[in-house]
Every structure is written in C-alpha cells, then in structure tokens.
C-alpha cells in the first residue's frame, strides 16, 4: 500500500506564493514518477505538473508554465509543488499521484494513467 499526503494549501493573495508537499511512504519512493492535479468546484480535474523518478524532467500544463515548478527529495521521499505569480483562477482543490515506472519513464497527463491518490489540499487565491 502506497500512501500519499499532501500538505501546504491556504489562503493566499493574488501575486503571493504557497509551496505544496507530498509525502510518500510505502514501496521504493524513486520507483514512482509523481504528478499534482487540481479541481475547482464544478470543473473536471486537470493535469498541473509532472516529474520523473530521478528528478531531471518536468513536464507542465500550458497554464502553470512559468509559474509553478514541481520538484523532489528522493531521499525524504517527497514531492514539491512550488507556485508564484498566484491568481484566482489557481484557485482548487491540489492533488498528488504517482504512477509506478515499469520501464521507460515516459510522461504522463491523463489521471486515469496514476495509480495512486492524495486526500487533497485546498488552494485559495483571493483577489
């Protein structure tokens, strides 16, 4: 069983900064690429950010880029969402997920492609 808990969400101004975290025990921490997704109330969820396993590629939502970066501690087994340039429209519900990496790490977008799932942590961004 592969555990997912994220943490950091708030109440942030637009323009201000929040750093999500995503800490991960069970099964071999390095063997999972992660990703973080989001949902706004009465919206479909959608892909933010994903990292590989070692750390050395990130992929991101047209809508983020520039903005966000995601990032990893291996060693802490945690992942890392850092968002600048906040605006309301950044406004949801952030999700962590993983999928575990059988061979090629390629990347992944689609929600149905992850295994496994965080509780959620919500992200406000007042204007």
């Known amino acids: 069983q592969v555990q997912l808990v994220e943490s950091g969400g708030g109440l942030v101004q637009a323009g201000g900064s929040l750093r999500l975290s995503c800490a991960v025990s069970?099964?071999?921490?390095?063997?999972?690429?992660m990703g973080w997704f989001r949902q706004a109330p009465g919206k479909e969820r959608e892909f933010v950010a994903r990292?590989?396993?070692?750390?050395?590629?990130?992929n991101y939502a047209d809508y983020v880029k520039g903005r966000f970066t995601i990032s990893r501690d291996n060693a802490k087994n945690t992942v890392y969402l850092q968002m600048n340039s906040l605006k309301p429209e950044d406004t949801a519900v952030y999700y962590c997920a993983a999928y575990l990496v059988s061979n090629n790490d390629r990347a992944r977008s689609a929600a149905r492609d992850y295994d496994y799932w965080g509780q959620g942590t919500q992200v406000t961004v007042s204007s």
């Open positions: 069970g099964r071999t921490f390095s063997s999972y690429a």
């Open positions: 990292i590989n396993r070692s750390g050395g590629n990130t």
